[in-house]
């Protein structure tokens, strides 16, 4: 069994609940679909987290905080700014600031295996192309992106789990129960977020996949320590904390 984790944003408190819960369910691997940073208040150790996780993609905002930051709106460009100066600060050794840092910097942007593909975007743009759930309504858009696609694609970036079937479908999570079976045709599973989710949920989201059956889990944290956390950092907007309350 695997856990397929995705969109943590440096929100620990988040991590560290998802984690407790993955160690109830047998898991033996987690890969994790990249932003494990930017946004929130933890970077550092959500990062000294992750390295344990098998599979490790990066995700656009990774990328922002290693390289120059390119396409983003005020608020999550000054994050990055913040995140980029918590990884450089020298209140810890060189050799762990640096070990940090080249982790970043080496993570692939896919990972495929058994026919499955792992992505923080898309199967077409793997670091920064949405597929939220009303492009089922963009037939040539989801067409490209089933065609790159073998069988299964796992994808994060939008923040708003589902299915996306090849007959152009979506299914939230409560609309099908939280489990969905697989069965050889093309799927698109979006896993959610752990740091912010963006469903109207405001419970950390991953997957569990045993190879045919994806579950939805959904874990509460202490969401107000960390709303705490983001109002005390300036650079951090106070609205960064605020839409963790309403999963938005
Ligand atoms: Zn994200």
């Not at 939220?132 to 989801?142: G, L, V």
């Not at 489990?179 to 989710?197: A, E, F, I």
């Not at 045919?212 to 705490?228: A, C, G, L, P, W």
Request: hydrophobic content about 35%; some cysteine.
């Amino acid at each position: 069994m695997k856990a397929i984790i995705s969109d943590i944003h440096s929100n620990l408190e988040a991590l560290q609940a998802v984690l407790k819960d993955i160690e109830r369910h047998g898991v033996d691997e987690i890969y994790c679909l990249g932003d494990v940073v930017g946004y929130g208040p933890n970077p550092r150790e959500c990062i000294d987290l992750v390295m344990k996780c098998k599979v490790v993609l990066l995700g656009n905002h990774d990328q922002g905080a290693i390289f120059d930051p390119e396409g983003f709106n005020p608020p999550a460009e000054r994050a990055i700014f913040w995140t980029r100066a918590q990884l450089e600060s020298s209140a810890e050794s060189r050799h762990v600031r640096e070990r940090r840092w080249e982790f970043l910097a080496e993570r692939p942007r896919s990972h495929r295996e058994n026919g499955c593909l792992y992505v923080h975007g898309s199967a077409r743009n793997p670091l920064n192309e949405y597929v939220f759930p009303e492009d089922i309504y963009n037939q040539r858009k989801m067409e490209r992106i089933f065609a790159l696609v073998e069988r299964y694609c796992f994808q994060g970036h939008t923040h708003v789990p589902g299915i996306f079937t090849e007959n152009l479908q979506f299914h939230s999570p409560d609309e099908i129960d939280y489990v969905y079976q697989l069965d050889g045709r093309k799927t698109l599973c979006n896993v959610g977020s752990v740091g912010q989710p963006r469903d109207g949920d405001w419970r950390a989201c991953y997957v569990l996949f045993d190879g045919q059956t994806i579950r939805y889990q959904r874990v509460e944290y202490d969401i107000e320590t960390t709303i705490k956390k983001i109002y005390a950092i300036p650079e951090l907007e106070n609205f960064l904390g605020d839409r963790l309350r309403d999963g938005r």
